[in-house]
């Protein structure tokens, strides 16, 4: 079960102090205390839930930008949850436990949670570490972002690398002659090159 609080527009980027947090906690009390904690540095917790399950459509339901999770031995349902979010909603995830054992913990950041702390779930430690581990949550981003625009590119010039192939062997050309044709290629139909290497090379499967 899952209790709403109030409704965020997910669309919505974090400018303020106030924070959108998504409580996941087994404990009523302590889930209780925890949100009175939360609620008095600033946050807005905007649901709580009692479990990992079906924990991706809890943060898109309630808007969400951050996830506190009281969990004091993190199942590997609990994980997998964990790494479905990260892979299909990305958010900062602070994961309160009772143990750390060393491949627990690889498993959790593995899994895509920013922060891992040990000792349970004290109600004035909460947003101290919230706060840390948004910082290291967007800067994972940014680093797969780069990643990710790395590899793009660098697909992006094999496939041009290969269309001019194709053109200079079938119009005899040389590499700058095929590569200066793909570009007036793409200028008289209006596309990027890429596009265009790619028809070309579309074309020859074909």
Not at 53 to 74: F, M
Not at 157 to 163: C, S
């Amino acid at each position: 079960m899952i209790h709403a609080s109030a409704w965020m527009d997910p669309s919505r980027k974090t400018q303020e102090t106030q924070l959108r947090v998504l409580l996941v906690d087994s404990d009523p009390d302590r889930a209780a205390a925890v949100e009175a904690g939360l609620t008095a540095t600033g946050c807005t917790v905007v649901a709580i839930a009692a479990g990992t399950k079906e924990l991706t459509r809890h943060v898109r339901d309630s808007g969400a930008e951050v996830i506190v999770c009281g969990l004091d031995d993190p199942s590997r349902d609990e994980l997998e949850s964990m790494s479905a979010l990260h892979r299909d909603e990305p958010r900062p995830v602070v994961l309160f436990a009772e143990k750390a054992e060393p491949e627990q913990i690889e498993a959790a950041l593995a899994a895509g949670v920013s922060a891992y702390v040990v000792e349970g779930m004290a109600p004035q430690r909460v947003r101290p570490v919230i706060e840390v581990a948004i910082r290291r949550f967007r800067a994972h981003q940014a680093l797969r972002e780069e990643l990710a625009e790395a590899r793009q590119g660098l697909e992006e010039r094999k496939l041009v690398d290969r269309a001019k192939a194709v053109l200079m062997q079938r119009h005899r050309l040389s590499e700058p002659e095929a590569y200066r044709k793909l570009r007036r290629m793409a200028m008289d139909r209006g596309l990027k090159v890429v596009a265009v290497a790619a028809s070309i090379l579309g074309s020859q499967d074909a």
